[in-house]
Every structure is written in structure tokens, then in C-alpha cells.
């Protein structure tokens, strides 16, 4: 069974901080997802890293790939309170074979940015 | 275009009540997805249709029963629940590329309240 460790699992912060999520597997995935989730809405897909030691940036955002798929982190610089959910990283592995693969979630990250 | 719908936005029912969550997705998706969410929890995976055949359920009880008439909509007929059942159910699609990129688009959710 493929797990994410997920962590912090609360942080909370003033506005104008930077902050790092991390998940870790001992799993290899094949990519990972990371989303963001308002109260009431569903998760909206931010980012999708294929290639180990992948670096992608959205604006603010800078996600990271692990050398070896294992790990993945997401740093947020200068945080704002627009920034406040709960964050999501989802690992894909490949399920029977084929290409629709079930995602494993880590725990979730509460993320509330003070202003 | 990345929308994926639901209806309703919110449902309250009782525990003899027969009820049914709509999801549609246009983006030519080959793969729809039921999750449950917990407040605060990731979501956990129900039923995984590929190519309108249900491909995987996640040991759902009975009581929850999923239809996928056509590529675009899934369903999620309703019955006899419990109010443990109540949660954000949330629909997502993602497409059969077969290249280990499974980018899972979800729906805003069906808020669902069972008394």
C-alpha cells in the first residue's frame, strides 16, 4: 500500500511569511499533484510534477519533485490571507495496469494566513 | 475548458429517502471518479468508472450505488443512508492519456446532510 506523510498538518501564520509543506513516501510515484481546497468547493489542481528533481513555479508557489519520486514539497513565499485552505498532494500510481491510475492523498495541510 | 458540474449543490435527506448526485464533465474524459470528504480530511475514493464500465469500488456498502450512462455524466443514486453518510461528495474526471500523468479534475462537491 502506498502512503504520503504529509506535514505540518495545521500552520498558521502571519501574512508575509514563507512556508514549506512536505510529503514524504517510501513509494515511488509515477507523478504527483498538488491541490488546493476551499471550504464547501472542491480541490482545484495547482500543479502536476512528472520528472525527479522537477522544479515548477507558479507565481508565488514553487513545487518540488524528489531525485527520486519519493518526496515532493510545496514553499509559498510572502503568503497572503488569499492563500488560506487546506493544501493536498496526491501521488499517482498506476493502478492494474492501466492509465487512470488511483491517487493516494497525504493528509492535508490547514494553511490560514493572518492579515 | 477543465469544468467538471454537480448537482445538487446541497442535499438534505432522510434516512429512507432515494436520492441521486449528478456529475458532468465535457473535456472527452474517459475516467470519472466518486469520492467521499470528510471536513478537513482528504477525500477518500469510492468508485472509479474508465470508458463507462465500472473499473474499481472501494468495498462502498450497498447503499450507495453508481451509474455512468454515457462519457460525460456520472451518477450516484442514493439509499436508505446513514447520517455517518453525511459529507462532501465530489465527482472528478481525468483523461486515459496512458502516460502516468493521471491529472484528476474534480466538481465543486455535493454538500450532503442525512437526518
Redesign the interface.
Known sequence: TQLLEQSPQFLSIQEGENLTVYCNSSSVF??L?W?RQEP??????LV?V?TGGEVKKLKRLTFQFGDARKDSSLHITAAQPGDTG?Y?C?G?G???G??????T????T?LTVHP | D?E?T?TPKHLVMGMTNKKSLKCEQHMGH??MYWYKQKA????E?MF?Y?YEKL??NESVPSRFSPECPNSSLLNLHLHALQPEDSA?Y?C?S?Q??????????????T?LTVT
Do not use: C
Request: no cysteine; net charge positive.
Open positions: 509515477s507523478s499533484q491541490y464547501g468547493e472542491g480541490p482545484v489542481l502536476t512528472v487546506l493536498l496526491a499517482a498506476n493502478a492494474g492501466t492509465s487512470y491510475g488511483k491517487l492523498f497525504g493528509q492535508g490547514i | 477543465t467538471v454537480q474517459r475516467a478537513k480530511k482528504p477525500p475514493l472509479v474508465s473499473s474499481i462532501l465530489l472528478a481525468s486515459d492519456s496512458g502516460q502516468g500523468e493521471y491529472e484528476q479534475y474534480f466538481g465543486p462537491g454538500r
